[in-house]
């Protein structure tokens, strides 16, 4: 008889024990939290196993709940690369390195902006943003990927002002650093 009295306390405990941390969970608002997680761990296993338009559908379904998480946008910027999906993914590579070059996170906005323009030139940044990697690609003492960063901006705003420095600054990379 003791055994029963002891195993229903043991249940009745535990139970009360979930339901109250379901109710306080409830209250302080992790169950959207949770949901929000687990949307971000299903797009990461979606892209591990080479799902990438599944991949791409739930980064954006989780950046619709976390809408200013940069690791999440880079995340869908990749998947939607490998969908194919130029335009979209170069979008958001853009916001990506525009926010970082705003909180002056200059080296991992470069980093950002060498996966950008892997395949896609750089057409996807306008001409002051793009030399603007270039100066600081230049600045670190990059000067392959800063000569790459102005030969692309020639070739993609030859009759900008920007476009025209960066012929000047091909040239003067070619004769004293390269």
């Known amino acids: 008889m003791v055994g029963e009295t002891g195993a229903n306390i043991s249940f009745g405990a535990h139970f009360g024990g979930f339901a109250l941390g379901l109710l306080l969970a409830l ?7 949770g949901r929000t997680e687990a949307v971000a761990a299903r797009a990461g296993r979606y892209f591990r196993d080479g799902y990438f338009h599944a991949a791409a559908g739930s ?47 200059v080296s991992a906005a470069l980093e950002v902006f060498d996966e950008a323009c892997r395949g896609n030139g750089g057409h996807w940044l306008a001409p002051r943003d793009l030399a603007r990697a270039a100066y600081y690609k230049e600045r670190q003492l990059d ?13 993609a705003y030859g009759g900008h002002p920007e476009g025209q420095r960066a012929l000047v600054r091909v040239i003067v990379l070619y004769h004293g650093k390269v």
């Open 143 to 155: 000067y392959r990927g800063a000569l790459n960063a102005y030969r692309m901006l020639y070739e």
């Open 59 to 105: 980064w954006t379904e989780y950046l619709s709940r976390v809408p200013h998480d940069l690791e999440g946008r880079l995340e869908l910027a990749r998947a939607q690369k490998l969908c194919r999906q130029v335009g979209e993914s170069l979008e958001n590579f853009r916001r990506v390195y525009l926010t970082l070059i705003g909180e002056r996170r």
């Open 27 to 33: 209250l302080m608002g992790e169950l959207e939290a």
